[in-house]
């Protein structure tokens, strides 16, 4: 599990959104689904990501099968739920 989420953190060193049927990893990322496997400085670290993401572009688009979100939206999902996980007291 760990260490699942450090390369997944090192390998979004990129500031891209996730695409669906890019891989496992990003369709969980879609979705938040991978959220509950990361430690509480990784999920920090995920709301800081998805805010830059944001700042970098907010018009671009997550694709969630055949139907998108925009960045934005994804974001703030993202965010909000980090912030339920982190008050919830998930480690």
Sequence with gaps: CGRWAMSTLTARRRI???????SW??????????????SPAHL?????????LVARDPRRLVWRG????SVGSWASE???????LLKAGVT
């Design 44 to 52: 920090q670290y995920e709301a800081w990501w998805a805010g830059q």
């Design 16 to 22: 891209v959104p996730p695409r669906e049927a890019a």
């Design 78 to 84: 993202r965010i909000l739920a980090i912030h339920k």
């Design 66 to 69: 055949l139907e998108h979100v």
């Design 25 to 38: 990893e990003e369709a969980r990322m879609v979705y938040h689904e991978d959220l509950t496997d990361l």
